[in-house]
Every structure is written in C-alpha cells, then in structure tokens.
Nanobody, 127 residues
Framework: QVQLVESGGGLVQPGGSLRLSCAASGFGLGYFAIGWFRQVAGEEREGVSCVRTGGGVTYYTDSVKGRFTISRDNAKNTVYLQMNSLKPEDTAVYYC????????????????????WGQGTQVTVSS
C-alpha cells in the first residue's frame, strides 16, 4: 500500500516555528522529488518547496525563502519542512507529494506531475 502521512502541524503564534514531517510507507521515496504544498479554503493549492532525489537541490516559493527549509532522510523514508518565523499568512493545510525529479525546478513548484499525495496537516499561525 502506497501512503504518505503528514504530521507536525498545529497552532503557533506569529514568529514561532514548526517542523512538518512526511512519512512514506509501502515504497521507498528515494527515487522521487518531494514537494510541499499548502492550500487555504477557497484558494488554489500553492507550491511551497521541493527537493530533488538526493536532497542537494531545493527550491522555495519567494514568500518562504529564508524562513522555511526542506530536507529529506531517505534512510528514514521521511521528508521534513522546517518552518521558522511563521506569519499569519502561512496558515493553511500543508500537503506533501511525490513526483519525478524533472518537476522540481526553479521555474515553478506546480502540483502538476505530483502523483502521490498525503492527507494534509493543518498549520494555524495566530495570536
């Protein structure tokens, strides 16, 4: 069974931090690029970050550069999103997804090409 499970979301105050995890089961994620996306109710899903198979090539949407860090531990079959200096506008449901490496580029972080998705974890940034 192929499954992705996000965890680590919650309620934090502005300026706080969270680390999201994306754990894979039923397959090894080492051959995939991993993307983190977020979605606010009524809005389109937004690409936040992605990482290539080896972990050395990463991309971020402009709004999170310098605050978020994506990483992967293929031995643990897990990808992380460290989120620092959180802002209210970061509030969303965050999803991880898998794609072929060609879909993780600097030009865009698009849901297109991501074949497997988790169920999401809620991140709320509010005072």
């Amino acid at each position: 069974q192929v499954q992705l499970v996000e965890s680590g979301g919650g309620l934090v105050q502005p300026g706080g931090s969270l680390r999201l995890s994306c754990a894979a089961s039923g397959f090894g994620l080492g051959y995939f690029a991993i993307g983190w996306f977020r979605q606010v109710a009524g809005e389109e899903r937004e690409g936040v970050s992605c990482v290539r198979t080896g972990g050395g090539v990463t991309y971020y949407t402009d709004s999170v550069k310098g605050r978020f860090t994506i990483s992967r531990d293929n031995a643990k079959n897990t990808v992380y999103l460290q989120m620092n200096s959180l802002k209210p506008e970061d509030t969303a449901v965050y999803y991880c997804a898998l794609a072929s490496p060609q879909y993780c580029t600097g030009s865009e972080i698009s849901p297109d090409g991501y074949n497997y998705w988790g169920q999401g974890t809620q991140v709320t940034v509010s005072s």
